[in-house]
């Protein structure tokens, strides 16, 4: 965050109509429709719509009385006696998880736990495309990974078979580098005051002053007069002034002397590399905010402080999310090869109408859960107010040949909406390039 000029408020006020948690804001754009993917009827898509269909998986379950309930979710679910592992692979012909005592075999005390073989999950005698495992004994703290052996979905049944090492999609806690995930009860680990800690939604009824700020942005400046540079716990700091002195105040003070409604934060789940855009694991707060970014339990807590501190203040917390793509080194695609980002016809490119080189595949049935069982948690177990969808246009797609646009972004707001109605999507559709190319979205407008 750069203090030239005390009185420039780099922010966007939204009309009553346009923070509706029913409706998203797709209006950063100038034309929109350009943005929407058109497919291929290509026999990949043919072979993923039969495997959603056969295979869908959303961790829920119908009763004998015709009630949904809440089944055995998908990652690793863990007790101090045991903890279970589920991991969906339809293509694959063998998974195994690997067991470590730290998250880098560099580490003084790094060792080797065990490796385990999963079995398929069977329902009423029928594989529904999940592989599990239930290890008993204490696992918290200790981090794993899956060794899996599949086909790309086209070839499943065949020997063309590939060996991956990945950590867990649903990872909740990974290791510094992302690539390993860590055992924890995300719930057991909160700051002080977190059960206290309520939402702060966005108020539909008046116009919302919405500030988007990146958290490293928010505090990396020499003259902020914030001490933890470019961290999550910047946030939590009362009373700073620009260049530690004089009457101007930096930090959380001056977004709300700015009059300051929302706070919108650029993307923080688990990036790969430096680039925020490229999510590694979308359900891990990003470790290099942390004050330890080795410790996975430090980056859980002083995530949630962050958050917590922006609600005290007052303000709303949007949440940024590219759903829309993903790393090269995202774990979806290595779980289920040519299963979650569009390819081309003959499957020798992934295709791309942002910029970004992994799109991610909204039209397909588990991916769109993924997205929402991501949001609902982050809701849930991070307290955040919204979300902001980047490249929001490529969540609807059409197919050649077809004017019909298939909505899915509806779908996705009214599954949100089923766990909580207060909860704001809107969006931007800038592609990498223009992104690139400007330091806030919010300056044109």
Not at 159 to 175: C, G
Not at 401 to 428: C, F, M, P, Q, R
């Amino acid at each position: 965050m750069k203090y030239l000029n005390f009185k420039k408020i780099i922010a966007v006020v939204l009309s009553i109509g346009m923070v509706f948690s029913s409706s998203a804001v797709t209006g950063f754009a100038a034309d929109n429709s350009k943005k929407i993917p058109t497919l291929p009827n290509s026999y990949i898509n043919k072979v993923a719509e039969d495997i959603d269909n056969e295979y869908f998986y959303d961790g829920t379950y119908v009763d004998d009385w015709g009630h949904t309930r809440k089944g055995r979710q998908l990652g690793a679910t863990y007790t101090k006696q045991s903890t279970e592992f589920l991991l969906w692979a339809p293509a694959a012909i063998d998974v195994k998880v690997n067991i470590y005592a730290t998250g880098d075999d560099n580490d003084s005390n790094a060792r080797d736990i065990g490796t385990y073989v999963l079995e398929k999950m069977l329902v009423n005698g029928e594989w529904n495309g999940i592989w599990t495992i239930t290890i008993v004994g204490e696992c918290g703290g200790l981090y794993y990974d899956y060794t899996i052996t599949t086909t790309d979905i086209t070839h499943i049944g065949s020997d063309r078979t590939t060996k991956y090492k990945i950590q867990d999609p649903y990872s909740v806690a990974v290791s510094k580098d992302g690539k390993r995930s860590y055992i924890t009860d995300t719930s057991s680990v909160s700051p002080e005051g977190w059960d206290s800690d309520r939402h702060v939604y966005v108020d539909s009824t008046k116009a919302n002053t919405v500030y988007k700020i990146s958290v490293k942005d928010f505090s990396s400046d020499t003259a902020s007069g914030m001490t933890a540079g470019g961290k999550y716990s910047a946030f939590t700091e009362k009373g700073t002034k620009l260049n530690s002195a004089g009457e101007l105040v930096s930090g959380i003070d001056y977004l709300k002397e700015l009059g300051v409604t929302t706070v919108q934060l650029a993307p923080f789940a688990d990036f790969d590399g430096d680039s925020e855009y490229e999510i590694l694991n979308y359900n891990v707060p990003e470790a290099s905010y942390a004050s330890n970014p080795s410790d996975s339990k430090t980056v859980i807590k002083e995530c949630k402080e962050m958050i917590q501190a922006l609600h005290s203040a007052g303000f709303s917390v949007v949440m940024e999310m590219p759903y829309t793509h993903a790393s090269e080194e995202n774990p979806l695609e290595k779980s289920v090869p040519w299963f979650y980002y569009r390819l081309n016809t003959d499957a020798t490119r992934y295709t791309t109408n942002t910029g970004y080189s992994n799109e991610l595949a909204t039209e397909r049935m588990m991916y769109r859960s993924y997205m929402v069982n991501s949001m609902k948690y982050w809701a849930e177990e991070y307290h955040i107010d919204g979300f902001s969808l980047d490249l929001i246009d490529c969540v609807n797609v059409k197919y050649k040949g077809s004017s019909h646009v298939y909505k899915w972004l509806d779908e996705i707001k009214t599954s949100l909406a089923k766990e909580d109605a207060n909860l704001v999507i809107w969006g931007d559709n800038y592609t990498k390039e223009e992104r690139q190319n400007k330091t806030s979205i919010f300056f044109k407008l």
